[in-house]
């Protein structure tokens, strides 16, 4: 999550057996069919900005499809933008399936089956194809809010859906130059930017149901509140006005729970001021008594879940990759207090 922005070397090759192998290798693994081994080639470059990988994919007509077999042996779960440059493409997904044409693109989740019905250019038989990754659990998106944008057709060229498209081809076609901490900055921006608009564009306010409008309201309300140690489901029910059982009812239905929504709330903030930081004389104590954490075992303890390491790894990392000469080194524990529980 925290490695240095910069291309990759490009890699390219006309066997299909390699090509399945540099997918694995870029994306994770796929099965591709429908391809004419007398023509065929397949390019993939890629670049990191911090935990956002975007990609450029060339390759000739073909079917790429994410199988549950696949997913049972790769548990890897990313969110995915597919954005078409050239060549024509259809994506199925979540019982949806959208055509896409030249700057129109989708979103797909790498932790459910999905196929990419790709047909090249007629002057060559050859497709671009921009893909941009975000590990799932670093875009603020639930199961239900996942599905419910999946397969779906983006106008690349209009509405904000056309904002977030010019954007992400801006930042695929742009060699970085960016720190480390400017480069998880942009991630994460881009990643709330593809949050709010994906949201706001699949959601059509006069069929959208009054449990659908609770929760968001609910999650808007907790936003608000991250910092308040009280906030708690009981606090959510109250402020929107309804019994606790019928709101953990609403959230159940969107595939989280409250106590979830609040807690990956407060640990992304937390994170993202963990990163905003390294300059500061600030303790771990600090950063997560400030959105609502009163125990930091019980935050390192959930850090460490949600991102696969402990906040004072994270922290030592983000120091070691920062690009301000003024980042903190030291051990990020309380004054004159142990440091066993931000191990």
């Known amino acids: 999550m925290l490695s240095r922005s ?31 081994d007398s023509r065929f080639t397949g390019a993939v470059r890629s670049m990191s900005l911090a935990h956002l990988q975007v990609s450029s994919v060339r390759s000739t007509t073909q079917r790429i499809a994410r199988t549950d077999s696949l997913i049972e042996k790769d548990h890897t779960e990313y969110v995915q933008i597919g954005m078409i440059r050239r060549g024509r493409a259809i994506v199925v997904q979540d019982g949806r399936e959208c ?31 921009e893909v941009f990754t975000w590990p799932r659990h670093m875009l603020r998106l639930d199961d239900r809010e996942s599905s419910d944008m999946t397969a779906m057709a983006f106008d690349g060229s209009a509405g ?34 593809v949050s709010v608009i994906a949201r ?23 936003d608000e509140h991250l910092a308040d140690p009280e906030l708690s489901p009981g606090a959510v029910a109250a402020a929107m006005l309804v019994s606790t059982r019928q709101l953990h009812r609403v959230f159940a239905a969107s595939g989280t729970t409250v106590a979830r929504s609040i807690r990956v709330k407060r640990l992304e903030r937390c994170r993202r001021e963990i990163i905003a930081s390294v300059s500061a004389d600030r303790s771990l104590g600090q950063i997560s008594r ?31 990759h920062s690009d301000d000469p003024r980042a903190v080194t030291r051990s990020w524990a309380e004054p004159n207090r142990t440091t066993q529980s931000g191990q």
């Open 160 to 193: 904000f859906s056309g904002l977030l498209g010019r954007f992400l081809h801006d930042l695929g076609s742009t060699r970085s130059t960016l720190g480390a901490s400017g480069a998880q900055a942009i991630a994460d921006e881009v990643g709330d930017l």
């Open 99 to 129: 055509a896409l044409s030249r700057g129109d693109f989708a979103i797909y989740d790498t932790s459910r089956p999905f196929d990419w019905i790709i047909d090249g250019h007629p002057d060559d038989d050859q497709w671009e194809l």
């Open 290 to 320: 400030r959105w609502g954490f009163a125990d930091l075992a019980v935050f390192s303890r959930a850090f460490r879940e949600q991102y696969g390491m402990s906040p004072r790894q994270y922290r030592t990392a983000a120091c070691a």
């Open 6 to 36: 910069g291309f990759s070397i490009p890699a390219r090759t006309t066997s299909r057996g390699d090509w399945c192998d540099m997918l694995n290798e870029h994306f994770v693994a796929l099965d591709v069919a429908d391809v004419a």
């Open 200 to 222: 706001n564009t699949t959601t059509n306010p006069t069929i959208d149901s009054p449990s659908a409008a609770l929760v968001r309201s609910a999650q808007r309300y907790i």
